[in-house]
Nanobody
Framework: QVQLVESGGGLVQPGGSLRLSCVAS????????MSWHRQAPGKERELVAS????????TYADSVKGRFTISRDNSKNTVFLQMNSLKHEDTAVYYC??????WGQGTQVTVSS
């Protein structure tokens, strides 16, 4: 059974940083591309960043380029999202995306002063 468990969300001031983690199980993690998505209130879920199985390819939404970094540790079945210079508009529930459309339960990120 595929499971994706996110952690690391919270309340942070504008300009601050957070690091999200997603621990995966139930599939061969090192064979799978992974992604982070987010959904703000009243908006559709959007892709934030993706990473190929061996980290050779990474993509980012234009809105987070230069501020967010996706990475993974295949030895720990974990994908990370380092978020720096956070803005109010980054406030959303962040979801880890796995193979075949699986999602985690989400972790709330709130950027507020």
């Amino acid at each position: 059974q595929v499971q994706l468990v996110e952690s690391g969300g919270g309340l942070v001031q504008p300009g601050g940083s957070l690091r999200l983690s997603c621990v995966a199980s139930g599939f061969t993690f090192s064979n799978s591309g992974m992604s982070w998505h987010r959904q703000a209130p009243g908006k559709e879920r959007e892709l934030v960043a993706s990473i190929s199985n061996l980290s050779f390819r990474k993509t980012y939404a234009d809105s987070v380029k230069g501020r967010f970094t996706i990475s993974r540790d295949n030895s720990k079945n974990t994908v990370f999202l380092q978020m720096n210079s956070l803005k109010h508009e980054d406030t959303a529930v962040y979801y880890c995306g796995g193979p075949a459309g699986y999602w985690g339960q989400g972790t709330q990120v709130t950027v507020s002063s």
